[in-house]
C-alpha cells in the first residue's frame, strides 16, 4: 500500500470518496434495522425504547461525519459524488476488512445485507465499528484497511502534505456546511466539533471527531469534548443525543449483548410479493440522494426545507416496506 505521505492529488480523492461512500453505506444499513422495530414510525422520539435511541443517536452522528467529510473533499477543491450504497456479501464492508483475528468470537460469521433488528445485524453493526488499538501502521506492509480507523490514519496523514496545492482559498470555500450547531463549542467549555473546514488544523479536527465518536475509536467512552451537549428531558430532539457518552460500537454492543430483550421487529414473510412500498421506498431514497448531491456541492451553510422533508421522509418509508412483509432493499437506486 502506498505510504499516505506519497500520495497525489487521485490518491487524495480517492480516499476522501472512500470515506464518504462509507459513512453513506451505513446510514440505510442502520435505518433498515431501527426501523424493523414495529409501529416504531408512529412513536415520538421521546417514546422510543431505549434500543431505538441507542440506534438513532447514531445515524444522527453518522450524518454529521457525512458533513464534515463533505466539508473536508469541497474545501481541498474536490466535489462530493452520492452513489447508491451496494450490500453485497462477496464485496463486505466497503473499503474495510477487518482481520478475522481482531475479531472477538461472538462477531464472527456476520452477513453484509440489510437486515431487522437482531442478533446477526448487530454482529456487523460491532464489526464495522470495532476499534482498532492505537498503533504505528507500516503503510507499505499493509495491503488494506482493516478498520475505519484505518481509513481515516491514512487520511490524517495523507491531507496535510497536499494542503497547500489542493486548498481552494477561503474566498472560495464557500460549500461548508454547518447544521449541526448543537455539536458547536458550548461556551468554550471544548473545542466541539469543527464543521467548517478551513485550514489543516480544522481539518484534523474533523477527522479527529469521527474517530472519537466511534468510527473505530479505541475506547468504551467517548472523549467530553466530542460528546453532544445534555438535552432537557421532555425534548423529542434529545434521542439523537442518548448516551452521548458511549461510542458507535459500545452502543451496538451493548445491544448485541442483550438480544434476547430487544423490541419485536416485523417478519420477512414469503408470501409478501408486493412490490409497491419497496418501490415507493426508492424513489424516496433517489429524491433523498438527489438533495445530497446537489446541497453538498452547493453554496452555503444551511440546506433548504426540501432537503429535511426528504430525510424525513425515508425512514417511514423504509418501515412501510417492513409492514408490506419485506426487507427494504437499496442496490441499484440511483439519484435523478
Not at 151 to 173: F, H, M, T
Not at 177 to 196: A, L, P, V
Amino acid at each position: 500500500m502506498k505510504h499516505p505521505h506519497s500520495w497525489d492529488k487521485a490518491d487524495l480523492h480517492h480516499h476522501l470518496q472512500h470515506a464518504l461512500d462509507l459513512e453513506l453505506w451505513t446510514i440505510p444499513l442502520y435505518l433498515t434495522a431501527l426501523y424493523s422495530i414495529k409501529d416504531l414510525h408512529r412513536k415520538p422520539h421521546s417514546e422510543y425504547p431505549d434500543a431505538a435511541k441507542l440506534i438513532f443517536s447514531v445515524v444522527i452522528q453518522e450524518m454529521l461525519h457525512l458533513e464534515l467529510v463533505c466539508n473536508i473533499t469541497n474545501a481541498l477543491g474536490f466535489s462530493p459524488k452520492f452513489s447508491s450504497p451496494c450490500y453485497d456479501e462477496q464485496v463486505g464492508i466497503p473499503f474495510i476488512h477487518p482481520k478475522h483475528g481482531n475479531l472477538p468470537r461472538n462477531l464472527r460469521g456476520y452477513s453484509v445485507k440489510p437486515q431487522a433488528l437482531n442478533q446477526n445485524s448487530l454482529r456487523l453493526f460491532c464489526a464495522i465499528e470495532l476499534p482498532q488499538p492505537k498503533k504505528e501502521i507500516v503503510w507499505e506492509k499493509q495491503n488494506t484497511y482493516h478498520s475505519i480507523a484505518d481509513l481515516y490514519e491514512a487520511l490524517r496523514e495523507g491531507i496535510p502534505p497536499l494542503w497547500d496545492s489542493c486548498y481552494v482559498g477561503d474566498k472560495q470555500n464557500t460549500k461548508q456546511k454547518n447544521t449541526f450547531q448543537e455539536y458547536h463549542n458550548q461556551g468554550g467549555k471544548s473545542h466541539g466539533f469543527s464543521q467548517i473546514v478551513t485550514s489543516i488544523d480544522t481539518a484534523m479536527k474533523a477527522i479527529e471527531a469521527i474517530i472519537e465518536q466511534g468510527e473505530g475509536a479505541d475506547a468504551h467512552f467517548v472523549p467530553a469534548a466530542y460528546r453532544p451537549p445534555r438535552k432537557q428531558k421532555g425534548k423529542e430532539d434529545e434521542t439523537s443525543a442518548y448516551k452521548g457518552y458511549l461510542s458507535h460500537y459500545q452502543k451496538f454492543r451493548i445491544l448485541l449483548h442483550a438480544y434476547h430483550h430487544l423490541p419485536e421487529v416485523y417478519d420477512e414473510r414469503e408470501d409478501a410479493t408486493d412490490l409497491t412500498a419497496q418501490h415507493e421506498m426508492e424513489v424516496v431514497f433517489s429524491d433523498f440522494l438527489t438533495e445530497l448531491q446537489v446541497h453538498f456541492n452547493g453554496d452555503g451553510e444551511t440546506f433548504p426545507d426540501s432537503f429535511w422533508q426528504k430525510m424525513r421522509a425515508f425512514g417511514p418509508a423504509i418501515a412501510a416496506v417492513w409492514e408490506s412483509g419485506r426487507c427494504p432493499w437499496f442496490n441499484g437506486v440511483k439519484h435523478h
